[in-house]
Structure formats: structure tokens, C-alpha cells
């Protein structure tokens, strides 16, 4: 297996620029990605360095419903996962299962009760304006990534499990059925365009390959 940097103790680093990180993860990427093409090039670019590899000895495989996966080289034990909105892309790598994924801020739109968790709901109720809508577009981003890092995208239905924040940055999510623990959830906030986005990352504890 090749050596990856591992953050032990620590939290999801969000980077801008590949020259210059340490090769530490769990770290997801944030970068300009209009189309689906610079989306998965960046990922490439990401991946190589994450393993210190040259960009020739790395194949990436994408299907649809599921993660990209490092096809080459076998064994690399580099999770992954991208989601994309408004102009641009997060990418993320872990070495154990991981999720990403952005939210846009959207201050106009209905909150959709049905698919909350009860406590959920009740934080946001406790909330009015653009702080309960940049609430939700938080929660909703660290849902998506929960659902992914299981693998499950929404499969399965969300309001089975909660999030909880622990604070502006950090959270944790409680399910009675979790068949792993959650290590690391984090969100930043972007911005492109004019419009403010969360962008999410949650990481399990431990492999499941």
C-alpha cells in the first residue's frame, strides 16, 4: 500500500491549491470547475498528489451511483467523493469512507419539513431569515454527505437521522442504525457568483473495503 499522509486527532482540512499541501487527509479540494470534464481533471490532478504520483500512473473510474474509485493503482486505500454547484467543485479524499457535498444558500426557497429529523426541525423553527436558511443549506449539505459516505446516497430516507452542530464549523450526526461512527463533519462556506454556498465533508471512522 502506498504511504498517504493520515491527520490523526484532527479535523477535514478544506484547501484552494494543491502546490504547497502537506498530503495530510482527510482534505477536500475547492476549486473553480465549470464542467464536468475540469471537474474530473482536477480530481485526477488531486488524486496524483495525494499518492505522490505521477499523473500517468493514476486511473480514476466513474459510474454513475456511486463514488469515483482509484482504479490504478490497485490498493491505494484512497476514499472519494465530489459534488458541484455554481461554478465550483469539492472534491475529497480520505483513507476511510467519505462524503462531500455543496449546498447552495437559498434564502427564497421552502424548508421541506417532511424529510427532517423532528430535532432537526425544531432547531431550524427556532430560527427565521437568512440564519435558518443558511442553517438548512448546512444541514442539507451534511445530510447528502452522511448518505454518501455510506454509500447510500438518498436511498435511504433523511430524516432517519439527525445532524447536530457543535459549532459553526462542526457537527455530529446521531442514528440509531449507524453501522460505522462518524469521525469528521465539517462544513466551509463559498462563494461564487454572488451566491454563498455550504460545502460539506464527513468522514467514518475506520474502512469498510
Known amino acids: 500500500?502506498?504511504?498517504?499522509?493520515?491527520?490523526?486527532?484532527?479535523?477535514?482540512?478544506?484547501?484552494e491549491e494543491l502546490p504547497?499541501?502537506?498530503r495530510a487527509l482527510p482534505t477536500t479540494l475547492i476549486a473553480p470547475a465549470d464542467?464536468?470534464?475540469q471537474r474530473r481533471a482536477k480530481l485526477h490532478e488531486f488524486v496524483a498528489r495525494a499518492l505522490a504520483l505521477h499523473p500517468g500512473h493514476v486511473e480514476i473510474e466513474h459510474a454513475a451511483d456511486r463514488p469515483p474509485i482509484v482504479g490504478k493503482p490497485l490498493g491505494s486505500g484512497l476514499y472519494l467523493s465530489s459534488s458541484s454547484r455554481g461554478g465550483f467543485a469539492a472534491l475529497g479524499?480520505?483513507?476511510a469512507p467519505?462524503?462531500?457535498?455543496?449546498?447552495?444558500?437559498?434564502?427564497?426557497g421552502e424548508i421541506p419539513w417532511n424529510?427532517?429529523?423532528?430535532?432537526?426541525?425544531?432547531?431550524?423553527?427556532?430560527l427565521k431569515g437568512r440564519p435558518r436558511s443558511m442553517a438548512f443549506a448546512r444541514l442539507w449539505s451534511l445530510?447528502?454527505?452522511?448518505?454518501?459516505s455510506l454509500g447510500l446516497?438518498?436511498?435511504?430516507?433523511?430524516?432517519?437521522?439527525?445532524?447536530?452542530?457543535?459549532?459553526?464549523?462542526?457537527?455530529?450526526v446521531d442514528d440509531p442504525i449507524a453501522s460505522a461512527r462518524v469521525a469528521y463533519a465539517r462544513t466551509a462556506w463559498r462563494s461564487a457568483g454572488g451566491v454563498w454556498s455550504a460545502v460539506s465533508t464527513v468522514v467514518l471512522a475506520g474502512q469498510r473495503r
Open 1 to 15: 500500500m502506498l504511504a498517504i499522509q493520515r491527520v490523526e486527532g484532527a479535523t477535514i482540512q478544506f484547501i
Open 20 to 22: 504547497g499541501w502537506n
Open 35 to 37: 464542467t464536468l470534464e
Open 93 to 95: 479524499a480520505a483513507s
Open 98 to 108: 467519505i462524503g462531500v457535498d455543496v449546498e447552495a444558500l437559498d434564502e427564497a
Open 115 to 126: 424529510v427532517l429529523h423532528p430535532s432537526e426541525a425544531e432547531m431550524l423553527q427556532g
Open 143 to 148: 445530510k447528502e454527505c452522511y448518505l454518501k
Open 153 to 172: 446516497g438518498l436511498g435511504r430516507e433523511p430524516s432517519t437521522f439527525a445532524v447536530r452542530f457543535l459549532d459553526g464549523e462542526l457537527a455530529a
